[in-house]
Protein backbone atom coordinates (compact mmCIF):
# COMPACT_ATOMS: atom_id res chain seq x y z
CA UNK A 1 0.00 0.00 0.00
CA UNK A 2 1.11 3.33 -0.73
CA UNK A 3 -0.03 7.17 -0.66
CA UNK A 4 2.00 9.74 -2.55
CA UNK A 5 1.06 13.04 -1.87
CA UNK A 6 2.00 15.55 -4.62
CA UNK A 7 1.78 19.43 -5.77
CA UNK A 8 3.32 21.14 -2.60
CA UNK A 9 5.84 23.95 -3.11
CA UNK A 10 6.89 27.62 -2.99
CA UNK A 11 4.18 30.52 -3.19
CA UNK A 12 4.11 33.85 -1.90
CA UNK A 13 1.17 34.87 0.70
CA UNK A 14 -2.09 34.81 -0.82
CA UNK A 15 -1.21 31.82 -3.69
CA UNK A 16 -2.71 28.82 -3.96
CA UNK A 17 -2.00 25.29 -4.85
CA UNK A 18 -3.83 22.34 -5.83
CA UNK A 19 -2.35 18.79 -3.16
CA UNK A 20 -2.72 15.52 -4.90
CA UNK A 21 -2.80 12.02 -3.15
CA UNK A 22 -2.55 9.01 -5.71
CA UNK A 23 -2.87 5.67 -4.20
CA UNK A 24 -1.33 2.13 -5.26
CA UNK A 25 -2.77 -1.11 -3.53
CA UNK A 26 -5.62 0.06 -2.15
CA UNK A 27 -9.32 1.26 -3.72
CA UNK A 28 -9.66 4.56 -2.19
CA UNK A 29 -13.24 4.78 -2.35
CA UNK A 30 -13.30 2.08 0.75
CA UNK A 31 -11.98 5.03 2.52
CA UNK A 32 -11.98 8.05 4.36
CA UNK A 33 -9.45 10.54 3.72
CA UNK A 34 -7.99 13.22 5.75
CA UNK A 35 -5.10 15.58 5.11
CA UNK A 36 -2.43 16.51 8.11
CA UNK A 37 0.07 19.21 7.81
CA UNK A 38 2.93 19.65 10.27
CA UNK A 39 5.11 22.74 10.73
CA UNK A 40 8.58 22.50 12.13
CA UNK A 41 8.88 21.62 15.99
CA UNK A 42 5.09 21.62 16.05
CA UNK A 43 2.93 18.68 16.54
CA UNK A 44 0.95 16.92 13.24
CA UNK A 45 -2.29 18.72 13.33
CA UNK A 46 -5.79 17.98 11.18
CA UNK A 47 -6.35 20.02 8.31
CA UNK A 48 -9.59 18.37 6.14
CA UNK A 49 -11.05 14.90 5.83
CA UNK A 50 -13.59 13.40 3.50
CA UNK A 51 -15.57 10.51 4.02
CA UNK A 52 -15.65 7.40 2.00
CA UNK A 53 -18.73 8.60 -0.22
CA UNK A 54 -17.28 12.24 -0.60
CA UNK A 55 -20.66 13.50 1.41
CA UNK A 56 -19.28 14.41 4.47
CA UNK A 57 -15.82 17.06 4.61
CA UNK A 58 -14.58 18.35 7.69
CA UNK A 59 -12.14 21.41 7.86
CA UNK A 60 -9.94 22.49 10.66
CA UNK A 61 -11.12 26.43 12.25
CA UNK A 62 -7.83 27.50 10.56
CA UNK A 63 -8.39 26.83 7.41
CA UNK A 64 -12.37 26.53 6.56
CA UNK A 65 -13.30 28.60 3.71
CA UNK A 66 -9.95 28.65 2.01
CA UNK A 67 -9.01 24.93 2.04
CA UNK A 68 -11.36 22.34 -0.39
CA UNK A 69 -11.26 18.68 0.42
CA UNK A 70 -12.51 16.72 -2.91
CA UNK A 71 -12.21 13.42 -4.37
CA UNK A 72 -12.11 11.32 -7.25
CA UNK A 73 -12.68 7.51 -6.48
CA UNK A 74 -13.05 7.01 -10.37
CA UNK A 75 -9.28 8.15 -10.60
CA UNK A 76 -8.06 6.90 -6.56
CA UNK A 77 -7.06 9.92 -5.90
CA UNK A 78 -7.74 12.71 -3.56
CA UNK A 79 -7.14 16.32 -3.82
CA UNK A 80 -6.95 20.01 -1.54
CA UNK A 81 -7.23 22.72 -2.86
CA UNK A 82 -6.03 25.85 -0.90
CA UNK A 83 -6.00 29.39 -1.61
CA UNK A 84 -5.16 32.47 0.58
CA UNK A 85 -2.49 31.22 1.57
CA UNK A 86 -0.75 32.26 4.73
CA UNK A 87 2.36 32.04 6.23
CA UNK A 88 1.32 29.77 9.10
CA UNK A 89 -0.02 27.19 6.43
CA UNK A 90 3.69 26.17 5.69
CA UNK A 91 4.37 22.59 6.77
CA UNK A 92 5.10 19.19 4.93
CA UNK A 93 1.18 18.27 4.36
CA UNK A 94 0.45 14.49 4.64
CA UNK A 95 -2.42 12.69 3.06
CA UNK A 96 -3.92 9.97 5.45
CA UNK A 97 -6.34 6.75 4.70
CA UNK A 98 -8.91 5.65 7.54
CA UNK A 99 -10.50 2.19 6.77
CA UNK A 100 -13.68 3.19 9.10
CA UNK A 101 -14.57 5.38 5.89
CA UNK A 102 -14.84 7.94 8.12
CA UNK A 103 -12.14 10.49 7.80
CA UNK A 104 -11.67 11.55 11.49
CA UNK A 105 -10.13 14.19 12.81
CA UNK A 106 -7.42 11.98 15.22
CA UNK A 107 -4.40 10.86 13.16
CA UNK A 108 -3.96 7.90 15.32
CA UNK A 109 -7.14 6.43 13.71
CA UNK A 110 -5.47 6.84 10.16
CA UNK A 111 -4.25 3.34 8.97
CA UNK A 112 -2.19 4.46 6.01
CA UNK A 113 -0.11 7.52 5.56
CA UNK A 114 1.57 9.11 2.26
CA UNK A 115 5.22 10.28 2.23
CA UNK A 116 4.34 13.73 2.58
CA UNK A 117 4.61 17.04 0.39
CA UNK A 118 6.13 20.47 1.75
CA UNK A 119 4.00 23.44 1.31
CA UNK A 120 6.37 26.56 2.17
CA UNK A 121 4.51 30.11 2.03
CA UNK A 122 6.68 33.15 1.64
CA UNK A 123 5.46 36.25 3.27
Known amino acids: VQLQASGGGLVQAGGSLRLSCAAL????????MGWFRQAPGKEREFVAA????????AYAGSVKGRFTISRDNAKNTVDLEVISLKPEDTGVYYC?????????????????WGQGTQVTVSS
Open 96 to 112: AADAEGIGPRGFLQYEY
Open 25 to 32: GITLSRYG
Open 50 to 57: ISSSGGTT
